[in-house]
């Protein structure tokens, strides 16, 4: 695996010999897209950062929440030199004295590890920055780039409407980046390595499979050739894109976020759950929606008020009890709080529902009386 | 820049937000969390509009060239109302088709909201512990007005949010009781809140039960701000001063006496001018700080330990005229002062605490607000409209043109100046109106020439300004009014529930307007004031005028 690989600083030294316009110019050039499901364009996002005045900040998102996706994770257990080296690039290129990594709560446990590499490399390279690790307390909106802003600052973790945009005004006011782990690690492989390619991405794939875990797989692969590798353990009804990505029936599809979106799906950070016929989908809705019920962070009333009608009524029906009527005002409240959310969270929490009832809808409807 | 709104085009400014446009040509976009001259947090999603192609919300989204927003699209309307409803099931009250008072009913009748669908909330909450402002959390709808109010307005911090997903509610710090922090009573919240989530504290029922009680005198006095806010809460224009009809309403209900608060006013003013003009003769502890309002008193007690010693002693109008009513009065009548049950009716929520506070002892009994008055009046069927006038009983029933005033923001200090003037010059001064210190202006700086002496004075309302006044600095100044709520006690958190700018504007035209036409118009050239010095209280801030019309402060805590 490339994400394996061990830099040794050598990707440091070239962007300080490259100095921090033409650092930026390459990661633009060779095309790295942000890896924290938006895909946005890394070296645009560093470019608006070189512009902005005064002290700037760094901000890692280590705050991996999406159910189903551990690839973060798999790159600060197994390669946290890589990560940290990415992280001195971005100080180093963007003038940065202060770096916050946002470690997801859950993930303490690797918390020293993480730190012991980021001393090695600061102390070998005589790096000036200071880099802190944050831990998150556990709320999956702190993924939201705003939110963790607030979470750091010490207020509540709720997201807030952009503009300004954090590249403006972020951390304390002041314009910050923030990146994605995977993103991150991504940057010394780029400047190193000629045939560095942006389609090679990290799939964290689960489900009912035998062989569950992180892949190296180019974009675009076709869905039936990595149903092949992970070993199914019965016939795959539907592949959900993690929680927030909604479902698809298995099919000739390939794994891109074109073809992933036209069937009203979001690839995000790649992560597949796979889910077998002895699985009910109104079961799987019910526990997604508990989910998202239980994350809202309870500021905007769709989300707030939308999620918890939601569960209740798929418990409803998982129960039984439920009418066609009530299926209706569930498909009313989908893109509802679809539409009318303030953050992504609440926007992407019915995804999931939305796919579900467009494809699987017979499913729901009979256990609707 | 040209937007197009419903296929129709207008100008707009750079900057400016979808809702801001429209209200400026008339288009009806429903809001429910937004406040005017905050900025918006976009939380209840009720203004949402269809710009380009996208769900908005209009409150926060800013207009771009060339934008083609609808406002009124087939889904625009369904989404607004599918919230409504959600809101609805949230609020727990099932009164969407009656009170026009709260703006969720009045938005769920415009969207069309017949029916909800979802099963009210079983987590009830209440809040009744302190003694002027209770919550009924189960009514909340989150929307966080008073949140903001209480932060970015009054800058006292008192509530927040805490919990998240639907269990997301509005509490002080570690569940505690509003009467447990450092709240100080202002009700900025209330006038705030769109769905009465928060209230005074009622004192409607012990009212009640002494007025039912032959052994007891029950004495009322109102208050200068709620003459001319009573009507709206009977339909009448903002701004009508319905003082005569009120007090043969409070007869009808039972007082046997009603006295002005104005009069309790005047006093306020015979002390604190002297005490003014003392301290500047001294030249210590200045700036005087007024002390009517019990709001800023308990802001000072918990955040200014170091001003205590610079706001006046003397009590707030209402509480010295509860004094003089169980001192003075209860001599001229021949009663026990302890069968005299004085009942202030005020504009404001703080009076509540402050007629607890036990410092206070002595004095008034119990505060009810304009609102609360509203409904004893019309709970006991009496029609304020057709009622005929009365005047203030004797012998504490006149009052000047300066008391008048004290409802309004600027008055105490233009009421103070009046006095002070003729004291330090020794004449009579025929120009009588400080116009530098009136006006909705929310801090209000002035020079003012007094004989050969100049005097710096500023004037603020709002908690938030009055902080900003201080941290600026205030040694330059001799003088200082500082007043909790926004346009002072005619904005207070007992009136009429709304109370906005426009609103608040009328009201005090109506109290200038009062103070025009009255016979004396300075505090010290009242006959009933100097009456009660000569019989009774001697002079000011002599020894029975500080026994009875002075009291000290506390210095409480932040948490
Ligand atoms: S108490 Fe009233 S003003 Fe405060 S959040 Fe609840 S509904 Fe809004
Ligand atoms: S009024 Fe615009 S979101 Fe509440």
Not at chain 1, 32 to 53: C, I, M
Not at chain 2, 224 to 247: C, H, Q, W, Y
Not at chain 2, 484 to 496: F, K, S, V
Request: glycine residues 8%; charged residues 30%; proline residues 3%.
């Amino acid at each position: 695996m490339k994400i394996l690989q061990k830099t040794n600083l050598e990707a440091y030294e070239k962007a300080k010999r490259l100095g921090s316009k033409k650092t930026v110019e390459l990661i633009k050039k060779k095309g790295l897209t942000g890896r924290g499901g938006g895909g946005f364009p890394t070296g645009l996002k560093w470019e608006f950062a070189l512009k902005s005045k005064g002290e700037r900040f760094l901000i890692v998102n280590a705050d991996e929440g999406e159910p189903g996706t551990f690839k973060d994770k798999f790159i600060i257990e197994n390669n946290p030199e890589l990560l940290a080296e990415g992280i001195l690039i971005a100080c180093h290129t963007l003038s940065i004295k202060e770096a916050y990594i946002y470690l997801r709560g859950e993930y303490n446990y690797l918390k020293d590890r993480l730190e012991r590499a980021i001393k090695n490399l600061v102390k070998k390279t005589k790096a000036k920055s200071d880099i802190k690790i944050v831990s998150g307390a556990g709320a999956y909106v702190c993924g939201d780039e705003t939110a963790i802003i607030q979470s750091i600052e010490g207020k509540r973790g709720q997201p807030y409407i952009k503009p300004p945009y954090p590249t403006d005004a972020g951390l304390w006011e002041k314009p910050t980046v923030i990146n994605n782990v995977e993103t991150l690690a991504n940057i010394p492989l780029l400047l190193l390595d000629n045939d560095w390619n942006n389609n090679l991405r990290l799939f964290s794939l689960s489900g009912n499979i035998e062989k569950p875990g992180v892949y190296e797989i180019e974009t675009g692969t076709n869905l039936k050739y990595i149903l092949d590798m992970v070993k199914p353990k019965n016939r795959i009804k539907a592949v959900y894109f993690g929680c927030s990505g909604g479902c698809i029936p298995v099919k000739d599809i390939k794994m891109e976020k074109e073809s992933v979106a036209r069937c009203g799906c979001m690839l995000g950070c790649s992560s597949l759950i796979f889910v077998d016929e002895k699985q009910s989908i109104v079961d799987m809705a019910t526990n997604i929606a508990k989910f998202f019920e239980y994350e809202s962070c309870g500021k905007c009333t769709p989300c707030r008020e939308g999620t918890m009608r939601v569960l209740n009524l798929l418990q409803e029906i998982s129960l039984g009890n439920a009418t066609k009527k009530d299926l209706q005002t569930l498909e009313e409240l989908t893109y509802f709080v679809r539409d009318c959310s303030l953050c992504g969270l609440g926007q992407s929490s019915m995804n999931h529902l939305i796919t579900a009832l467009n494809f699987f809808r017979k499913e729901f409807e009979e256990r609707c009386r | 820049m040209q937007v197009t709104i419903n296929n129709k085009k207008y100008r707009c400014k750079e900057g400016e937000t979808i809702l801001d446009a429209a209200k400026r040509n008339n288009i009806c976009i429903p809001t429910l969390c937004y406040q005017e001259d905050f900025k918006s947090s976009a939380r209840c999603r009720m203004c949402v509009v269809e710009a380009d192609g996208r769900i908005v919300t209009s409150c926060s989204t800013k207009v771009c060239d060339g934008m083609n927003v609808f406002t009124e699209t087939e889904k625009v309307l369904r989404y607004r109302k599918l919230n409504a409803e959600l809101l609805m099931a949230q609020h727990q009250d099932s009164c969407f088709v009656g009170n026009k008072n709260h703006d969720l009913c009045k938005i769920a009748k415009d969207v069309g909201l017949r029916e909800v669908r979802f099963k009210p909330r079983k987590d009830v909450m209440m809040d009744i512990k302190g003694s002027s402002i209770a919550r009924h959390n189960e009514k909340c709808i989150v929307c966080g007005r008073c949140v903001k109010t209480c932060k970015e307005l009054q800058c006292v911090h008192a509530i927040d949010f805490a919990s998240r997903s639907h269990h997301t509610h509005v509490t002080p710090f570690f569940e505690k009781s509003l009467g447990e922090v450092l709240c100080i009573n202002c009700g900025q919240c209330i006038i705030n809140c769109p769905v009465e989530a928060i209230t005074e504290k009622e004192n409607i029922d012990d009212v009640a039960k002494v007025l039912n009680n032959p052994k007891k005198i029950v004495v009322a006095q109102t208050a200068p701000a709620i003459r001319v806010s009573l009507g709206e809460e009977f339909d009448m224009e903002p701004g009508t001063n319905v003082k005569g009809k009120m007090v043969s309403a409070l007869k009808r209900l039972g007082f046997d006496s009603v006295f002005d608060t104005n009069t309790g006013a005047d006093f306020t003013i015979m002390e604190e001018a002297s005490e003014l003009i003392e301290r500047i003769q001294k030249g210590k502890n200045l700036p005087l700080i007024t002390s009517c309002c019990p709001g800023w008193i308990k802001f000072a007690e918990h955040y200014y330990h170091g001003l205590l010693k610079n706001i006046s002693s003397c009590k707030s109008p209402h509480e010295m005229l509860g004094s003089l009513i169980k001192s003075y009065y209860a001599k001229k009548i021949n009663k026990n002062p302890r069968d005299i049950v004085v009942i202030s009716i005020m504009p404001c929520t703080a009076k509540k605490f402050e007629a607890a506070r036990k410092e206070l002892k002595n004095s008034v009994d119990y505060v009810l607000t304009t609102r609360e008055l509203a409904k004893m009046i019309k709970s006991k069927g009496i029609k304020l409209r057709d009622l005929k006038k009365s005047k203030f009983d004797d012998p504490l029933g006149i009052s000047t043109g300066a008391a008048a005033i004290f409802g309004a923001t600027g008055g105490v200090m233009e009421a103070a100046l009046r006095t002070a003037a003729d004291v330090l010059t020794g004449k009579e001064l025929k120009k009588i109106d400080y116009k530098g210190v009136r006006g909705l202006k929310g801090i209000k700086d002035a020079s003012i020439k007094i004989g050969n002496k100049k005097l710096r004075v500023a004037v603020v309302h709002g908690m938030g300004n009055a902080k900003r006044l201080i941290d600026s600095g205030i040694k330059k100044y001799h003088f200082i009014e500082i007043m909790a709520c926004p346009g002072g006690c005619i904005g207070g958190g007992g009136q009429p529930i709304p109370t906005n700018n426009e609103i608040r504007q009328k009201r005090i035209d109506a109290i200038y307007k009062e103070d025009k036409s009255l016979a004396y118009r300075k505090s010290h050239k009242n006959p009933t004031l100097i009456k009660v010095y000569k019989e009774f209280l001697g002079k000011p801030l002599g020894r029975k005028s500080e026994e009875l019309l002075h009291t000290s402060y506390v210095k409480r805590r932040l948490y």
